[in-house]
């Protein structure tokens, strides 16, 4: 099987509710069930992560300068995909069942998708920041990331949890990622 890009459409949002009623729903779930999510669902949940939401190309979640550092991964049974924002898609990075790598607790291994917060250090370079608040402000921006994951779970009936940990050396290695690379934060969704 070879992996194609995934072209997302438009995020679900049929599920009436308001921002407050999803701060009420918003919990951690460690139990998922391994059905796929709808391409629907799949789509809001990376648009609520990372989205173009302006005409100016900026996201739904904020990044200090917007720099942007963080590349979501999304790991499927079938394989490892990229997001990418300014296309909406996910684009194929590595084909197989890597979801052993995506974290340590056993439900990570049967979910249907684990996303991975990835910070690319390398686009802070040239940039007035000091290095030593790179890692800061690239988990800062992850945390922003994975709490709209979060709220838009809530909003639309999904079950999500954030984790730290992942098989970290494995995982690199799998998505050929250099040392400019880090892992910050794995979060899980599923229904």
């Known amino acids: 099987m070879k992996l194609n890009q995934i072209e997302l459409g438009p995020p679900d949002f ?6 407050r009623e999803a701060l009420q729903e918003r919990h951690s779930e460690r139990e998922f069930q391994p059905r796929g ?7 809001g949940v990376l648009w609520a992560a990372y989205g173009v939401n302006r005409e100016d190309g900026k996201r739904t979640a904020p990044s200090a300068m917007a720099l942007y550092p963080i590349d979501v991964y999304a790991v499927f049974p079938e394989g490892i995909y990229r997001y990418v924002p300014d296309t909406h898609t996910l684009e194929p990075v590595v084909e197989g069942d890597y979801r052993t790598f995506a974290g340590v607790q056993d439900y990570v291994y049967t979910a249907p998708l684990n996303l991975l917060y990835i910070a690319n250090t390398g686009r802070y370079a040239g940039s007035p920041l000091a290095p030593e608040m790179y890692h800061f402000l690239a988990g800062t921006d992850a945390g922003h990331m994975s709490e709209n994951v979060y709220l838009y779970c809530a909003s639309q009936g999904l079950k999500t949890v954030v984790r730290a940990g992942v098989k970290v050396e494995e995982l690199m290695r799998t998505l050929m990622l250099d040392a400019n690379h880090r892992f910050v934060l794995a979060q899980t969704v599923g229904y």
């Open 14 to 19: 049929t599920r009436p509710g308001t921002v």
């Open 37 to 43: 999510l709808a391409l629907g669902h799949l789509s």
